[in-house]
């Protein structure tokens, strides 16, 4: 009997490969995601699915397709997928963890120089022929070397972070769900509580998944706590701040800076107030996309499916009670 496996995008070509070889799967031919109606029809026989994180697989869906034996998503970041129904019917879901660590953790990085140096303001100056001779107070920055960084969850890609601060000398806060005097150790660290970190830090950093517990965890008064020269980065996931708040924020010089590569929505439409100050850089969601990370995530992702279409445990099974 051979296995109908659906693929809400094209993998990489490398990963492609791979999954052909096993099975005749049917891939979305588009660069945008399949309609949810279609996403329905596609699953409703299916036996396996490849979904990326911009597909939502809710309860409907995984409650109507009789014969799914795996959901593997590209993807460490799994909020798409309600996992609860999934485990109901025991479908074990895959995602593709560590692999997408030092991508993302560089990005975070790339962001901070950024944001802090003002790059993108930099490169407007230079390039629309504002750029008369050298100023003694033109286009000032905020030091990153030696700053105060504050992550915000001390897991996989927060901890990448860190080691990647310690090279700037910085002073590093952290908070995390459980204690870890461990980690302290390690970067030279000190756990602290969120509001520590807010009021402390000079760069503030997310890095925690997406729960009912992080939605909007940064609002109006966790904002307010920040210092005015606050940069805020995020390259988690978007909802994790409440964006009108933060719009209000950044206009009103409450902090100084944010820069985002996920933001809520997403995409952000063009005429989004975000895009019109001056003190906020905008990513389309790019935290893992090198060549290199792109394409063992793929591979991760038809061995999961693989794994879960014979009934073997999946190579990266996602943790049921965390979503990690
Ligand atoms: C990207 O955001 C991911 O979760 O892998």
Redesign the pocket.
Known sequence: MSLSVFVTRHLTPIAEEKLNSFCTPEYWPEDTPPPYEILLEKTRHADGLICL?TDAIDARLINQAENLKVISQV???VDNIDLQAAEARGIPVGH?PDL?TDA?ADLTFALILAAARRLGEAIDYARSGHWQTWGLTTLLGESVHGATLGIIGMGRIGQAVARRAQGFEMRILFTDLSAHPEREGEFGATQVTLETLLKESDIISLHVPLTPSTAGMIGADQLKSMKPHAVLVNAA?GPVIDTDALVLALETGQIGYAALD?TDPEPLPPTHPLYKLPNALILP?I??ATRSTRDQ?SLLAVDNLIAGLQGKPLPRAVARSTGR
């Open positions: 994180l993807a460490v970041g593709t997408l993302t996931r996920v969601h935290g893992s995530m």
